[in-house]
Nanobody
Framework: QVQLVESGGGSVQAGGSLRLSCVAS????????MGWFRQAPGKEREGVAG???????YYADSVKGRFTISQDKAKNTLYLQMNSLKPEDTAMYYC????????????????WGQGTQVTVSS
């Protein structure tokens, strides 16, 4: 059974930084796309950043230049370094994995973590 466990969320002031982690377990096929999504109250879940199987990455326009996604395959861990945080980054952040090589849409991802809360105050 695939399990994703996020950590690293918290409360910071605008301009601050956080690093989210997601530890994955329960699958043998490691050739998976990985992604970070977020959902603010009253809004739909949106993609933030992701890594394809070939290692290439993508970012939502709203976080480009501020967030960096990376992974340590030896540790089965996905990271999201978030710098220059803004109040509009406040949301629950979710890690997700997909069996597709270039998953990007929310519907492409079949396994999700429980989320970690990020709150940015002005």
């Amino acid at each position: 059974q695939v399990q994703l466990v996020e950590s690293g969320g918290g409360s910071v002031q605008a301009g601050g930084s956080l690093r989210l982690s997601c530890v994955a377990s329960g699958y043998t096929n490691t050739k998976r796309s990985m992604g970070w999504f977020r959902q603010a109250p009253g809004k739909e879940r949106e993609g933030v950043a992701g890594i394809y199987v070939d290692g290439s990455t993508y970012y939502a326009d709203s976080v480009k230049g501020r967030f960096t996604i990376s992974q340590d395959k030896a540790k089965n861990t996905l990271y999201l370094q978030m710098n220059s945080l803004k109040p509009e980054d406040t949301a629950m952040y979710y890690c997700a994995t997909s069996i597709w090589a270039r998953a990007r849409e929310r519907s492409d991802f079949g396994n999700w973590g429980q989320g970690t809360q990020v709150t940015v105050s002005s």
